[in-house]
């Protein structure tokens, strides 16, 4: 074997181990990579996780807020209303005790009370109706029990003073008279 045999055998030799060594290098280097891909993948993963329950949780906030703004703003009208209930019953006694109805301070008095009653009415609040109807522990105040004949037992005969309800609560039950 010649020299130039040697160096070449050499040569191969070398670029035999570069390769190996370029081989070795690329599989360090692709697990490597695959391990920071994967801890990276991981990473946004949980991330994601964290924004989509921060957006859910805001969402939700969102929600809350609103309704306890609608919540703040009903107990404030049926804290108002029910101020107004008396007031309206002293309108409706007023205008009872009138002798003359065809008097103008009569009807004034009335245009003021059915104005009232018109503006609750718009803001749901609604008289409960009572005569006639069945004796419901939920809506009425049973005051007097009276012997009837003609109308039957558990059956509302008078309303002694109106009951009202915002939206579906009751804000005052009607005073009732009722059938044994």
Do not use: W
Not at 118 to 124: C, P, Y
């Amino acid at each position: 074997m010649g020299k130039e045999e040697f160096e070449v055998k050499d040569m191969f030799e070398d670029i035999d181990k570069a390769e190996e060594s370029v081989k070795s290098n690329d599989e360090q280097t692709t697990d490597l990579d695959r391990d920071l891909i994967g801890k990276k993948d991981e990473e946004i993963s949980e991330l994601n996780n964290k924004l989509l329950r921060l957006q859910a949780d805001f969402v939700n906030y969102k929600k809350r807020s609103e309704k306890d703004r609608e919540n703040s703003i009903d107990y404030g009208f049926e804290a108002m209303a029910c101020e107004l209930l008396p007031i309206i019953d002293n309108f409706q006694r007023a205008l009872e005790t009138e002798v003359d109805k065809e008097d103008g301070f009569y009807n004034g008095i009335l245009m003021i009370k059915d104005q009232l009653i018109n503006m609750l009415n718009k803001n749901n609040v609604v008289e409960i109706e009572a005569v006639g109807s069945d004796f419901d522990p939920n809506f009425h105040h049973a005051v007097f029990m009276e012997e009837s004949q003609e109308i039957e037992s558990g059956k509302v005969i008078e309303v002694l003073q109106k009951g009202y309800k915002y939206k579906e609560k009751v804000i005052r039950p009607a005073m009732v008279k009722v059938a044994k």
